[in-house]
T-cell receptor, first 107, second 115 residues
Framework: QKEVEQNSGPLSVPEGAIASLNCTYS??????FFWYRQYSGKSPELIMS????GDKEDGRFTAQLNKASQYVSLLIRDSQPSDSATYLCAGSNDMRFGAGTRLTVKP | GAVVSQHPSWVICKSGTSVKIECRSLDFQATTMFWYRQFPKQSLMLMAT?????????EQGVEKDKFLINHASLTLSTLTVTSAHPEDSSFYIC???????????FGEGSWLTVV
């Protein structure tokens, strides 16, 4: 079983809305967690890494890590059609991925 | 930002031959590198984890004698697909963990077509 599980199915939001993506994790020792975006036919690109409890913001993206509840999330503010992609999360101690969350931002 | 480079980006080989894919961390030292395979419209599948100077750890179901991984230096890992068959045609991607352990970057991927 993977350490990090991404449970949310496909997500569709209108342009300009906030997209919320979530992952839960079991305690396998990962100190850092990562969010990646993958466009079809391309390699994943790192959006953000987080290792401290709390929020980390970078532009329109905010990663949240809650160690007590064992979840890591990604918020995308002012979603754009170009954000439409598959989003993947993983922990540094287990770099196996699930299917990810397919986000569609509708104009 | 940090860059991980893969070469070649595209390769076509004949069935039965071997092909080598290189993964280089260009501006950081990577103690650990990961190799993935992804078929169209499917998830990334972790094939193996390689640590510099030691043998790779393969995921269940991945043939270590068919997919040879070498991580001879802190900036280079190679994946050799031996005796390639058409079913090995896929998108192969590597990623690298920087020494701080805080960030993992992906290479651009390598498309392999076996004819």
């Amino acid at each position: 079983q993977k350490e990090v599980e991404q449970n949310s199915g496909p997500l569709s939001v209108p342009e300009g809305a906030i997209a919320s993506l979530n992952c839960t994790y079991s305690d396998r020792g990962s100190q850092s967690f990562f969010w990646y975006r993958q466009y079809s036919g391309k390699s994943p690109e790192l959006i953000m890494s987080i290792y401290s409890n709390g929020d980390k913001e970078d532009g329109r993206f905010t990663a949240q890590l809650n160690k007590a509840s064992q979840y890591v999330s990604l918020l995308i503010r002012d979603s754009q059609p170009s954000d439409s992609a598959t989003y993947l999360c993983a922990g540094s101690n287990d770099m196996r991925f699930g299917a990810g969350t397919r986000l569609t931002v509708k104009p | 930002g940090a860059v991980v480079s893969q070469h070649p980006s595209w390769v076509i080989c004949k069935s039965g031959t071997s092909v080598k894919i290189e993964c280089r961390s260009l501006d950081f030292q990577a103690t650990t590198m990961f190799w993935y395979r992804q078929f169209p419209k499917q998830s990334l599948m972790l094939m193996a984890t390689s640590n510099e100077g030691s043998k790779a750890t393969y995921e269940q179901g991945v043939e270590k004698d068919k997919f040879l991984i070498n991580h001879a230096s802190l900036t280079l890992s190679t994946l050799t697909v031996t005796s390639a068959h058409p079913e090995d045609s896929s998108f192969y991607i590597c990623s690298a963990l920087d020494r701080s352990g805080n960030t993992i970057y992906f290479g651009e991927g390598s498309w392999l077509t076996v004819v």
